[in-house]
């Protein structure tokens, strides 16, 4: 009797220690995989602005604020030094920027080659290696649900092989996965940095061989970049070309002549910062009015209605531009270029599509007779519904998140296309858009053409992703949900 | 319930729906951390003028008899003055001015959508799993993913050079000549030649913002369609012996319309968040462009006017479709509550 329970019992640690095969051989390989890369993972934990949260309590709170910054400083002491570790991936290891010099090849690139076939080299690694990982950690799934899940099936595994099967699902996984890669690996996956291209180009060189000087030069990176431009008729650097300064530029220059790439890169990070706070914001509110609206029906779904109601009938993108100027000299704007504050206030505004989608299912679950069972058994409003109420909405609300996440993205794109939110030099795609709007017709087409394209895609995979979760999750629902979904996917008209 | 005191609830619902756009509108302008008053007069104002300023918007008096005054201000429809788009002149003259721009290219925004997106979707239905049913699905999914303001910039590219994309068909003079973009002239519109040259100059900008509707009422249009007819009543129908126009038009038709009534009234949000952006890229200056320059130049008053009416415009839309559904699905009212 005893040895039973203990079985039933038993948690992943015992599991674990009874059989340590499988997760060994697992394990290795992910620490592995995890160590060549740790300071390029740190390097991205601390790209995040922490002095700012850190600073607003230490000011907040006198004295505890104090000891607080000054733990939070030794965390980041730490994190730099991590950081600083030399990774697998980095810039260092394969050089791309260099200069040719007639007679003698390539100088300062990786092994002497072409910066073109350098950076692209670095690219291909890099997006090898992201794919390595994740289907690593995939594997770390199965490897969990065959060895030492206690269960031997639930019903996520169902929605799991579903989705296994769903290839356009799958696609839109893929290309979602290509951005986030882009935007966690941007400082490497630019031909440079967006420090020295974008952010401070006076304050870095770039060395070049001058022909009719007949030797090697050094000027700075704005003046290189005054002479690369990409405006039309007066000079243009294309995709996939070389500029004068043999620099390489996979899809050509800026009319200011910084690097589109770079840009696009750094800017993958904005937009889906922007969207996936968004998101969890608008997620959250709307997940836990459902919750609260569904046990206690009656006035608090009411006002959950008219509230929802209130809210979309202030057209959003209206609002935020109102918003937007109204808040721009205050503190909340400085938070990452103004990202955060577009990010809180999209999330603000979308709950109200997301919450009527799963206003549905969840009145229905509520009214099983497993809620009523633990309400008799004297269980807490708040356990029952995080605990039996919650699993079941959530898997709803996730298809809809997918959707308007893309919105998200398109909203805040069409913002900085009006010269609002993500505060320039800070990059953000619907600025390059405007940028090269006035120069669409001429030879500068990609300008506007390929941020378009990256948009459109980012967007287009998470909206497969959601058609392939919604699929999954139930198979009888084959094609279209609600309107009111639809709807909120299609980003208030940006 | 019946079904009209369901419907007289929600018009009641809409009160407290219109009070509290209006209150977050008047919090954000006038308790905000931007003072009206110095937005306005920008880097004219000096301690005197804005002190003028504030006596002119009732801004020294407390902030909850400022906030009583604009709600009353705006049920009542005193929209009060524009200070700096056009300075003194009525906000309701002002927005009179650029409205009917908007109003033309929104209407054929709704109207545009309506006439592709909708036969495209049925066709679609009526040929499930054929070349065309999956061009026309895949090219709904791709078009709805693409922003509007970039649709827009793409567009005037390829009409702009016409005669190079569209193999020799030359837009700009086609049936009327006009230019690509610009704001039409809409004097003496009721004129045919006036009315087809204003239509002409506003089809793209239209169309662009009733794309994203366009794919939407496809799809759905698409699903509607296929429920019904494999539904039984459709089935029995064909029992009947009743012929293959009259099922698709009589028994198809209206009830795979019931799904698209939301979609059609969630235009109206797209179109007013959108031609802010549209209208921008196409040089229009309607309603959107104005709210815009409103609020970039520090015309707080009128933008707050304007943010009412569109929450007015977006309300009775709603209304009106909970009205259309009323009519048109005698079932409303039996199933849900709210």
């Known amino acids: 009797m005893p040895s039973e329970t203990d079985q039933v019992d038993s948690t992943l640690v015992q599991r674990i220690r009874q059989n340590p095969t499988p ?20 390097g991205t934990v601390m790209s995040i602005p922490w002095d700012v949260p850190v600073n607003a309590v230490a000011n907040a709170v006198p004295v505890l604020g ?43 690139t990786f092994m002497g080659l072409e910066p073109k076939y350098a950076w692209l080299l670095r690219v291909v690694l890099v997006y090898v290696y992201a794919f390595v990982f994740l289907y690593w950690a995939w594997r770390g799934y199965l490897v969990f649900r065959r060895h030492y899940r206690y269960a031997d099936w639930t019903p996520t595994d169902d929605i799991v092989d ?5 290839t356009w699902g799958q696609f839109g996984l893929v290309l979602v996965a290509v951005f986030l890669v882009m935007a966690a690996f941007a400082p490497t996956v630019s031909p440079v940095t967006q420090e020295t291209n974008i952010m401070q180009p006076y304050g870095h060189n770039v060395t070049y061989y001058d022909a009719e000087a007949g030797g090697v030069q050094t000027v700075t990176v704005g003046t290189a970049n005054l002479n690369s431009q990409s405006s039309g008729q007066q000079g243009n650097v294309g995709p996939w070309t070389y500029d004068s300064y043999d620099r390489f530029h996979p899809a050509g220059t800026l009319p200011s002549g910084k690097d589109l790439f770079v840009f696009l ?21 709307a997940l836990a009015l459902a919750l609260l609206t569904s046990y206690y029906k009656g006035l608090a779904d009411m006002t959950a209605v008219v509230m929802s109601d209130a809210f979309s009938a202030m057209p959003r993108l209206l609002v935020l531009i109102m918003l937007v100027f109204v808040l721009r000299d205050t503190w909340i704007m400085q938070i990452y270029s103004g990202a955060f504050l577009l990010a809180l206030l999209f999330g603000i505004w979308g709950w109200m599509g997301l919450w009527r989608s799963i206003r549905g299912p969840s009145l229905q679950i509520v009214e099983n ?41 398109i909203g805040a794109a069409g913002l900085s296309f009006l010269g609002l939110g993500v505060t320039a030099p800070t990059p953000e795609w619907g600025r390059a858009i405007s940028m090269g709007q006035g120069l669409i017709t001429t030879q500068s087409w990609h300008i506007s053409i390929i941020p378009g394209v990256a948009i459109t895609l980012l967007v287009l995979g998470f909206n497969a992703f959601g058609d392939g979760v919604r699929d999954a999750l139930d198979p009888k629902a084959g094609g279209d949900g609600d309107a009111s979904g639809e709807a909120a996917a299609a980003g208030g008209g940006a | 319930m019946s079904r009209w005191t369901y419907f007289a609830k929600r018009l009641v619902l809409a009160i407290p729906v219109i009070l509290f756009g209006t209150s977050l509108t008047f919090f954000i302008i006038y308790a905000g951390p931007v003072d009206p008053a110095s937005a306005i007069l920008g880097q004219k104002a000096t301690p005197e003028r804005i002190r003028q300023v504030h006596e002119q918007l009732g801004l020294n008096q407390p902030l909850w008899e400022q906030y009583v005054d604009f709600i009353v201000d705006m049920f009542t429809f005193k929209l009060g003055n524009s200070w700096v788009v056009q300075p003194n002149t009525p906000a309701y003259e002002v927005i009179m001015n650029f409205a009917p721009r908007t109003i033309l290219m929104g209407a054929w925004a709704v109207l545009l959508p309506l006439f592709i997106g909708i036969p495209l979707g049925f066709y679609a239905g009526l040929n499930p799993n054929t070349l065309g049913d999956y061009s026309a699905s895949f090219g709904g999914i791709v078009w709805r993913a693409m922003p509007n303001f970039w649709l827009a910039v793409m567009l005037m590219m390829v009409l702009s050079q016409s005669e190079k994309f569209l193999l020799g068909f030359d837009w700009e003079n086609f049936i009327v000549s006009t230019n690509v973009a610009g704001a039409p002239d809409m004097s003496n519109i009721w004129n045919f030649h006036n009315f087809l040259k204003a239509s002409k100059l506003i089809l793209p900008a239209s169309l662009v913002l009733g794309s994203a509707s366009m794919g939407n009422e496809m799809r759905i249009g698409r699903t509607a369609f296929l429920e019904v007819k494999n539904s039984n009543y459709v089935e029995m129908a064909r029992a009947k012996g009743l012929p293959g ?80 559904y009323t009519v048109v699905d005698p079932r409303v009212g039996f199933e849900s509550e709210g």
């Open chain 1, 23 to 42: 997760a060994l051989r697992w394990g290795v390989v992910m620490a592995a995989l995890v160590l060549v890369e740790l300071g390029a993972l740190a």
């Open chain 1, 66 to 108: 104090d000891v607080f910054a000054s733990v939070a400083s030794v965390f980041a002491a730490a994190g730099d030094a991590v950081a600083n570790l030399p990774t697998l991936l980095s810039r260092e290891l394969i050089p791309n920027r260099g200069y040719h010099v007639p007679g003698e090849g390539w100088q300062n």
């Open chain 1, 162 to 166: 579903r989705f296994r099967g769903h």
């Open chain 1, 265 to 285: 890169a750094y800017g993958a990070r904005i937009s889906l910062f922007i969207g996936i706070i968004a998101s969890a914001i608008a997620g959250g509110i």
């Open chain 1, 369 to 409: 007779e497993w809620i009523t069972a633990s309400e008799g058994f004297g269980e807490k409003p708040r356990r029952i519904v995080s605990k039996h109420v919650a699993p079941f909405v959530f898997s709803y609300l996730l298809i809809y998140l997918s959707m308007s996440l893309g919105g998200y993205i």
């Open chain 2, 245 to 324: 126009r009259t099922i698709v038009w009589k028994h198809i038709f209206r009830n795979a319309l019931i799904p698209l009534i939301p979609v059609i009234t969630a235009e109206a949000t797209v179109l007013v968040g959108g031609s802010v952006l549209v209208e921008t890229v196409f040089g229009i200056n309607g309603i959107g462009w104005l709210f815009f320059n409103a609020v970039m130049n520090g015309d707080l008053p009128l933008s707050g006017a304007l943010m009412f009416l569109f929450i007015l415009l977006l309300v009775g839309l709603n209304i009106l479709q909970d009205f259309l």
